[in-house]
């Protein structure tokens, strides 16, 4: 090796020898620590950390009492496997979800490791209660890298590639897009004509939508489209399906997503946020629904790990003894009156969208249709990396910047990287 490379050169052209391509790192970094929303890499170089692990560390990095909780159960019992013997905290973790999901109604919980297991368990459960085998999901949603998950999935590239054949009976919808001229009622007369054309509601098993699309460019669901969906479903005996793993756990300013719009889902994927960084993910929903599987039916290893559902414990307790939801909504309306502000100066920035302190802006090229403009979304994240920022891109044309930092960023951390964000477009644009 050169003896003049740095410490992050050296190990990322280890990495290149020894992991595969396909497995894509946004930022030509090496961390080694991190804390609250500040990350170092191997160098020494500090970073203001709005990615915060692709939306799981709500929390923060390294928040205390989770570290304390890891610790805590590591020395008790690591792992047992819930489909050996039960332990308590998965039962704990279960019930707390039922409740702050379920309400006074009668809820289950079952949990996994990674949120495409949860997804992929969540169509299992809706196949098995209602006997169809349909599922309809949206374009520009993102539900994970299995087979299953990528079919789900609303966005070619790079998720699809040529992973085929698929599974079959997945059905893609169009998502509102206000700021590209869909209304809700557009994209409520496109499922109908689905339901006409390709697949009648009596054989439609579920619909899965994400509340606020994540890596479909942070687009949120109108309240009075995802009550037509309440109905419709309703009506047709179809399972609703709300995935809310990245806008769970107070991202949009309530703890999930889908209580913006008054409504009650019927199967909730959660994951992220959910454990402050340890692999935790579940599906929470009716009793009826979640009980159609058999015994053997569900189930994983490692699902519902005892460590990570201490941290999982850690996490909920932080919610309710530090009041994260207001304090995101607080640094919500100054991220976004920041970059309003920036908008006002860089009208590259063709919208600047988000639900509480789920925000991104959209980059686009200098012309009549506002062109998506992925290679200037690029340039913008490199900047603010030069700058000390971290961010990444998302959207079906990847051409938008998504802002994930944790809820316990301070204010002025938040007033930082507006300032380095501005650096960055000054030089992108």
């Keep these: 090796m050169n003896s003049a490379l740095t410490e992050n050169q050296r190990l990322l052209a280890l990495r290149e020898h020894n992991v595969p391509r396909g497995i894509a790192t946004a930022h030509p970094i090496v961390a080694a620590k991190a804390q609250g929303a500040e990350l170092w890499d191997v160098d020494g170089k500090r970073y203001l950390d709005f990615v915060g692990g692709i939306g799981v560390l709500n929390v923060g990095h390294n928040h205390p009492k989770v570290v304390e909780a890891v610790r805590r159960q590591v020395g008790e019992i690591s792992h047992a496997s819930f489909q050996v013997v039960a332990y308590e905290n998965y039962i704990e973790v279960a019930a707390r979800l039922n409740k702050m999901i379920g309400g006074d109604a009668h809820y289950k919980s079952v949990l996994f490791t990674s949120g495409a297991e949860a997804v992929e368990n969540a169509v299992k459960i809706a196949r098995g209660y209602t006997n169809r085998t349909a599922v309809i999901s949206f374009r520009g949603g993102f539900h994970g890298r299995t087979l299953l998950g990528v079919t789900l999935t609303g966005m070619s590239q790079p ?3 040529n992973f085929g054949p698929f599974p079959a009976e997945i059905y893609h919808a169009t998502y509102p897009n206000a700021y590209r001229g869909i209304s809700s009622d557009d994209a409520l007369a496109e499922l109908d004509e689905l339901f006409a054309t390709d697949v009648a509601p009596d054989r439609v098993a579920a619909i899965i939508i994400e509340p606020v699309q994540g890596d479909g460019g942070f687009l949120a669901a109108p309240k009075a489209f995802l009550q037509a969906l309440r109905a419709r479903c309703t009506q047709h005996g179809i399972v609703l399906i709300l995935d809310e793993i990245q806008a769970g756990f107070g991202r949009t300013g309530t703890m999930f997503g ?28 009716r009793a009826d629904i979640m009980d159609a599987p058999t015994p053997g039916g569900l189930g994983g290893t490692y699902g519902g790990n005892a460590v990570a559902c201490a941290a999982a414990l850690a996490v909920l307790d932080l919610f309710e003894e530090q009041d994260l939801l207001a304090q995101g909504e607080r640094l919500a309306a100054q991220l976004s009156e920041g970059l309003q502000g920036l908008q006002k100066r860089y009208p590259r920035i063709g919208d600047v969208r988000g639900l509480g302190f789920m925000q991104a802006i959209e980059m686009v090229a200098d012309d009549a249709h506002q062109t998506p403009d992925a290679a200037l979304a690029q340039k913008v994240i490199d900047e603010a990396r030069h700058a000390g920022l971290l961010v990444i891109k998302c959207g079906v044309h990847r051409n938008v910047v998504r802002f994930l930092a944790p809820l316990v960023t301070t204010p002025e951390q938040v007033a930082e990287a507006l300032q380095m964000l501005e650096k960055a477009l000054a030089a992108a644009c």
């Design 258 to 285: 889908f209580q913006h719009a008054d409504i009650q889902p019927d199967l909730v994927t959660v994951a992220k946020s959910l454990a402050g960084g340890m692999p935790l993910s579940g599906v929470v929903g």
């Design 159 to 161: 998720y699809k590639q």
